[in-house]
């Protein structure tokens, strides 16, 4: 058992962790720190989660602040141990302990590039946020895809910011590109166009016609439309009219042109970055850089090994290994209680442990007295027994 102090404070918007769905835990990034303690999270796309999980592809949800773990540098015992009790000094105390399996996902490096993925429409499906957006104008993006020139007097006074902007600047609405996005991320703009070839274009032949073109600049502008309705800025002094969502959505998408040299996958290099701290096996990381993962938590997901297939340069090749006494798997189990008492009329808390021995039978218990002023660690009493 060994007792890990967190600062909480030390979470930044940005970084990855890992937050539990079930019985595994999955990477996510951190956006956004609440005033309640929780923070807003947006799960890696490449989580393969289990079947009963609600979660989909790029979720965002809120985790809590003590239900997140980072990469847990260093942390021997952190990571391989089949409990970690995690004793928080933040607010109030509190303890918890969980089982740290690890969920499975495809790894960053194995996933295709930004370029990649945008050349490619059928590279990720898209989700119901996607369709529900982009169904009621279906009719219309099809017109828009079969009018050679898109100058069908019907669509003069349709309001599309993007065909405006092209008679505007006297281009023809066939031949010119329209690269904005606004603030989509990759995976928002291949599922758009991944929706729009299964809906609209039917017919991979046909991509020259609408891939960079009016046809779907028009379908991003009614996504960040859809997204203007649903969530309106908090910045925003008054309310946007319906009629006023198209040319505002239009107005954000022209601020950011896209290119598939410049794209930058914020999700992935997070993921990168967190997945190089767990995975590193060299002096600086330590014993807990060689496969210490789940060592004696047991199987991860399906029996996922994560560090299969991990790039050579994670291992440096800098530190002997004593596979002996670093790869032997603990043949114990250990239990965590509370308990409170009052000292100088204040309340207490005493942390119990007791550790069971499978092999010899012998149920050991300790208990420490944690100091709720300091971040400094309680006493292991485990480290000379393991």
Same mark, same amino acid.
């Given at each position: ?77 952190? $990571?391989?141990?089949? $409990? ?117 274009? $039917? ?184």
């Amino acid at each position: 058992m060994h007792i890990l102090c967190i600062n909480l404070l030390s979470h930044s918007a940005g970084r990855g962790g890992l937050v539990q769905d079930g019985a595994f835990w999955y990477p996510v990034r951190l956006i956004e720190r609440l005033s309640s303690g929780l923070w807003r999270v947006r799960w890696w796309r490449g989580n393969q989660y289990e079947s009963e999980s609600l979660l989909g592809m790029e979720s965002t949800t809120l985790a809590e602040e003590n239900k997140i773990i980072d990469s847990l540098w260093s942390n021997v015992r952190g $990571r391989r141990e089949t $409990r970690v009790s995690v004793y928080i000094l933040y607010a109030r105390r509190q303890l918890t302990s969980d089982i740290f399996k690890l969920g499975k996902w495809v790894h960053s490096f194995n996933i295709p590039s930004a370029e990649d993925i945008l050349a490619d429409p059928t590279s990720i499906a898209y989700q119901d946020e996607v369709n529900q957006a982009l169904e009621p104008a279906k009719k219309l993006l099809v017109q828009l895809l079969l009018d050679s020139e898109s100058m069908n007097p019907s669509l003069l006074d349709t309001p599309i910011p993007a065909l405006k902007h092209l008679h505007a600047i006297e281009k023809n609405a066939r031949q010119e590109q329209l690269p904005y996005i606004g603030n989509l991320t990759v995976n928002e703009r291949a599922q758009i166009a991944n929706w729009f070839e299964v809906h609209v274009s $039917r017919d991979p032949s046909l991509r020259h016609h609408w891939v960079g073109y009016l046809p779907l600049a028009h379908a991003i502008t009614i996504f960040i439309a859809h997204r203007l309705h649903q969530n309106p800025p908090r910045d925003l002094e008054e309310e946007i009219l319906d009629g006023d969502l198209l040319p505002r959505a239009w107005e954000i998408q022209v601020q950011n042109m896209g290119s598939l040299n410049d794209d930058v996958d914020v999700d992935k290099q997070c993921l990168e970055r967190l997945e190089e701290e767990m995975f590193e096996n060299s002096s600086r990381a330590g014993m807990a850089g060689n496969h210490q993962w789940g060592l004696d938590a047991g199987d991860h997901q399906e029996g996922w090994n994560p560090y299969l297939g991990t790039p050579e340069h994670w291992n440096h090749g800098d530190r002997p290994e004593n596979d002996d006494t670093e790869m032997r798997v603990s043949s114990f189990l250990t239990f965590v209680g509370l308990s409170s008492y009052f000292h100088n009329n204040s309340e207490r808390v005493r942390i119990h442990y007791s550790t069971l021995s499978l092999d010899t039978g012998i149920l050991c218990r300790y208990y420490c007295n944690p100091n709720p002023n300091s971040l400094s660690r309680c006493p292991n009493f485990f480290d000379s027994m393991l």
